[in-house]
């Protein structure tokens, strides 16, 4: 008999342990599929948008700036010159720092067409010169405005978020200056933006995310089946224990 009971003790052992395994099985796994890994944000069109954006006006806009400086027939066209010049060389270095966090590769180069708004300026004198350099500036920093109240409402990334509210303070107080020499032509200006009725073309284009969550995510359902498995086999295994005592 003294046999015939170490065996019932040493199966009874066995399968106690299994069923501790199972009620782990139980607490953990239904668990797992229902936790979700951190999601990791990366930069999306819209993003990207604003930091070229912000990086090519700084390319061509200081420059015009240092021009206007120098060859501005005005008193105050010279001033918003040095001043815009001054202001986007901070920008710049803003841009370039974000940039540098997020991995991003920016522009080194204007635009063939920022490049003709320069050498457009550069083959102009006098009073000619200062009305371009207002008109091509002023119609700049508007269209590069609604982008940024875009990008800042719909962006995830925090340092995008920074560099928008940055780069709103810039383009505002550049606008203001530029309309304070009295030479915007407010009927040229290009009209309102605004998309269709029914349309967020705009803040779609802003929010469509491109980029992808970061971790491994693993089904549910296929949790469940493993889980179900598991239970299986292990109800499975009790019964030929206690079927052999």
Known sequence: MAPLESVRRRLAHRVILLL??????IGVLPGAALAAPNPVVQLNAADMTLLNGVR????WEMPAGQMAAEKGQSKRVREIGAEIARQHGILDQLVVEAANKLGATLPTTPTTQQQGWLTEMQNATGAQFDQIFVTRLRVAHGNIFPVIGAVRASTRDPIVRKLADQT??????????LESTG?????????????PAQSDSLIAAAGANVGSTGGTQISTTLVWAVFLLALATGGYATWRLLRRT
């Open 20 to 25: 501790v395994a199972l009620a782990a099985g």
């Open 183 to 195: 030479l915007v032509r407010w009927q040229q200006l290009p009209p309102p933006a605004m998309p």
């Open 56 to 59: 090519l006006a700084g390319l």
């Open 168 to 177: 709103n303070t810039f383009v505002t107080n550049h606008m203001l200056m």
